[in-house]
DNA sequence: CTGAAAGCGCTTACAG
DNA sequence: CTGAAAGCGCTTACAG
């Protein structure tokens, strides 16, 4: 069924027909009715490619997510906790929107080519990048596409220092430097002064920022930085795994608390201590980040720092969304509240 | 740039530049490679929606996820430990085919529309349905539409009853009922005599199977089914907890084991057991379905009936892509088994 | 208010 | 082996 077919049957041209399916208001109510029945009673939809063809949008967003874990990784698919509220979230946003959205998994550097295809291959109008690592030049590509791109979690100083503050480009974080710090400063008030970190990746903004707010917290309170206590985890609990395990069977003193880059790395350690016999908050005292749907289950329930996945993912929509449309058409960026959320994980030494 | 500016850059004409593009056999070696340059050099990539309008597909398939939980429910990001492994297994095997995903959330009844309508506006070349409830009229219609669609968690015996087994349609499942079966056998092995049953939805395929082995196993062992043992979660983590409540509350006699119908619900168990007191298995044991991510995180480790949701989708994706290639052209079903893992949240009586 | 016609960027018989 | 031309199903100036 095509538009001339609803157009005969209505007894009109097809270009009353594209007038009553696009809403021009250049149509009187009665064609508009009558055009209206036969479509409704042939539940006649107009082929979007025809229409995205000659001119009109896709309607339709990508949604690139940037794995932390290895393709080939077993238990990859397991591994990422802040995966499925963002993708459900971005996905019923757009869908209230009005949009469809492309999602796509980034493993390696040569598939960020993905989002450039897509958009060069017209099969959206817009992009969402979730975790991008801080690949300048590939940024840099993506910013020199007309699309518009939204990115998440970024480095917004680099953009700018790179002029790459374009019109068709934005971003949204969260303040993780904020956050972290809270984090670190509250375990400092309960009477902590070994504080270790089991770090997440540092090349990507977030990784970077929370880092680099423990780093400071602890200078700043006249602490000592130690390198045996900075766990490289890489946002993966496997890893975080292994490098806990490894802390606690090299012998070294234990810090009393650690700081972990987020709740997945959190859950690790939870497992590596309570095998080698160590309670939580008793022993050791932990806080993740993310607050994850994992948090609130683990036992003891685990303080950590909120990072509002919702409300960042669902910004991130309406910023591609409006960019799309042309209502929006400078660069901006906004970010989000971060705050501590003190649960059990943690004692007053 | 467009396949008219290659051909004028690569000295030939636009059906030329098509031949290649496509990998037509009826082309010189040097003739391609002149084309292929200038492509690259261009970084051009050919618009998918003339491509598609003139006859080739989209290179796209639907993923339809039928959400459990309530669109307003506030949580309900969080609440679907099927989502995301399902998703991302599905995206990636898409990719690695040459497919490109769009995803879709599906709450309501009348949002079946949305697969009807992707088909229609021709969005994708077809489609993978996730948790579908037994609305045979929906799939009637899903089903009379040309493109294909693999519905994962469908009774077979119904679509086959209402003579729905045409050629455009699949259906893969896991055999839950005899892993269902295995879960609450094994109960009984360990010499549990009350066991109550957390159910999921049983207008769900596989909530009914769950629930109906439950049931059988009962009987064939000469054990009754209380009523009162049988807890209605919805497969949801909110309404399990509640239920749970609500019987511990009410200082009725407790089975001394629980077989919840997914990880979720047992989840849920897990703390409103823990916060009256209870301790699992030495007070009460509990089998969970699924064998998701939460399972092995739960303390004690969860045992679960395990879903191979990676084989599953995988599967999934490739009938549809060899639907939509035409490689196949029959109905076809394929279960794959459902084993019990044993793990630690149950004990001997 | 409305229709005829051009155009969007491809693919694919058709003819040579 | 290759080009000219028709066609895919829409939208949108243009003219009336």
Redesign the pocket.
Known sequence: ????DI?KLA?????????V??NY????PE?REKVLKVIQQHH????T???A????GTNTIGLFVVSTADKFSTHRIYQNNYFAPFVESVVDTANSLGYYVLIHTLYTLEDYQKVKQACLQKRIDGGILVGTRKEVDVIRELVGLEAPIVLIDYDIGEIIASRLDKSNVSVINSKDYDGAAEAVDYLISLGHRKIGMINGSVNTFSGAERFKAYESVLQRNGLSVEKGYILNGDFLKQNAYHEVRGLLASGQELPTAFFAANDDMAAAAYEAFKEFGLSIPEDISIVGFDDGPIAAQLVPKLTTVRVPIYDMSKEAVQKVVALCEQTVTAFSTVSFPAPLVVRDSCREL
Not at 11 to 19: L, Y
Not at 44 to 47: A, H, I, V
Not at 53 to 56: D, E, I
């Open positions: 069924m095509r538009s001339e157009a007894g009109v041209s097809r270009s009353t027909v594209s007038r399916i696009n208001p250049n149509v009187p064609t006649y939809q107009p082929n490619y025809a229409r063809l000659a001119g009109k």
